[in-house]
Nanobody, 119 residues
Framework: QVRLVESGGGLVQAGGSLRLSCAAS????????WGWFRQAPGKEREFVAA????????QYADSVKGRFTISRDSAKNMVFLQMNSLKPEDTAVYYC????????????WGQGTQVTVSS
């Protein structure tokens, strides 16, 4: 099993920045891909960014390209999401996820951290 704990959410004005962190514990050696997702009120959860365990592969949703950066510290079993130029539409609960299986489905999820961007 893998446990994921997010931190770093909060309230920020439009144009500001936040850095989310995700700390993993347990069988982290099985993880090959990390991801960040978000869910706004009344909307479905959506993909934000992903990074491979090696860091050699990254992927972003079009809505955050050029503003968000995903990174990881394998030695510390942590993943980060640097969010710059935040917009009110970025307001959501942000979830860290990990994939240790053979499919594209993420099988471990954190509890989420709230990000609120005021206009």
């Amino acid at each position: 099993q893998v446990r994921l704990v997010e931190s770093g959410g909060g309230l920020v004005q439009a144009g500001g920045s936040l850095r989310l962190s995700c700390a993993a514990s347990g069988r982290t050696s099985t993880i090959h891909t990390w991801g960040w997702f978000r869910q706004a009120p009344g909307k479905e959860r959506e993909f934000v960014a992903a990074i491979s365990w090696s860091g050699g592969f990254t992927q972003y949703a079009d809505s955050v390209k050029g503003r968000f950066t995903i990174s990881r510290d394998s030695a510390k079993n942590m993943v980060f999401l640097q969010m710059n130029s935040l917009k009110p539409e970025d307001t959501a609960v942000y979830y860290c996820a990990a994939n240790s299986g053979t499919s594209n489905e993420y099988n471990y999820w954190g509890q989420g951290t709230q990000v609120t961007v005021s206009s």
